[in-house]
């Protein structure tokens, strides 16, 4: 058994595993990838140039079962799968598609009217950042321009949708000589946390069971933290932005993905870290 690093391979729509030898501390990772690892979504390389392939990722292990599992979502499309990964005799490490799952691209609005973001043409809202809670194997995943679902993990069931981006309802038109989209009047349906993007989600656990999912609210560069309890419906807690700490040293803008570990690190980080992308220079 061995600690591994999973990441989506966007250019050729797959997975590739690491495993993480801690007694290199100076390149601890080591590429276990089953060379025979097929493609997560397309069914071809023409599929594969188009670019709607592996994105967003999580892991998970099922603590029933001890199975281990890969959360994928599918770039420009709503789709997230289910991959189990597995070892193969010769000590790599593969995977095999359980099933998928696909989220709304359209909306039904409470003036009855349908909705969906406003994107380029055959492009629909994409899932990016997903964390799967390890207590009770619920999967949180950010639709970029939605907000945040919060589903099974193992894919079955109904999705809920925890919160909204506060851009949900607005209308827009694309410009194709800009790329860029001019919106309507604010209806609004939308959210007050969340400015869309939706990125990097991440889970923050305490000892007790307690502890907040938190995400990226992109479009304001701060963070929104929801209590992990389902019972609540996730309850709202609270929110912060990582601003400037010295002149030369700036804060978080445009981020694409956060993690945090509530677990002490030495000597320098008695507390644990919280570690946030940053979009700009």
């Known amino acids: 058994r061995a600690d591994v690093a999973v990441v ?15 007694s290199r501390p100076g390149r601890p990772l080591t590429d276990v990838t089953d060379p025979a690892a097929a493609p997560v979504f397309s069914a071809s390389q023409s599929e594969i140039n188009e670019q709607r392939t592996a994105y967003g990722l999580a892991t998970w292990t099922d603590r029933s079962t001890g199975r281990s599992y890969a959360l994928v979502s599918r770039r420009n499309r709503t789709e997230v799968a289910l991959l189990e990964l597995k070892a193969t005799a010769t000590g790599t490490v593969g995977y095999r598609k359980i099933r998928t799952l696909e989220l709304p691209s ?15 043409p055959d492009e629909l809202p994409q899932v990016e950042g997903m ?32 919160d909204k981006v506060k851009e949900y309802g607005i209308p827009g038109v694309y410009d194709a000589e800009t790329e860029e989209c001019t919106p309507g009047a604010d209806p609004g349906y939308g959210g007050r946390r969340l400015a869309a993007d939706v990125e990097g989600l991440t889970l923050f656990q305490e000892s007790d069971g307690d502890g907040y ?13 929801y209590d992990r309890e389902i019972s609540e419906r996730n309850e709202y807690e609270g929110g912060f932005r990582i601003g400037a700490a010295s002149a030369t040293l700036d804060g978080s803008e445009e981020c694409d993905g956060a993690a945090v570990l509530n677990a002490p690190l030495g000597a320098r980080y008695p507390r644990g870290l919280l570690v946030v992308q940053d979009g700009h220079e």
């Open 213 to 225: 999912v938190m995400s990226s609210s992109q479009g304001d560069n701060t963070f929104a933290l």
């Open 8 to 22: 989506s391979d966007r250019g050729n729509d797959r997975l590739r595993v690491y495993r993480i030898d801690p």
């Open 131 to 162: 964390v799967v809670d390890p207590a009770n194997g619920m999967l949180y995943a950010g639709q970029e321009d939605i907000g945040i679902w919060r589903m099974r993990a193992d894919l079955t069931g109904k999705p809920v949708l925890v």
């Open 106 to 120: 359209s909306f039904r609005l409470p003036n009855g009217a349908r909705w969906s973001p406003c994107a380029e």
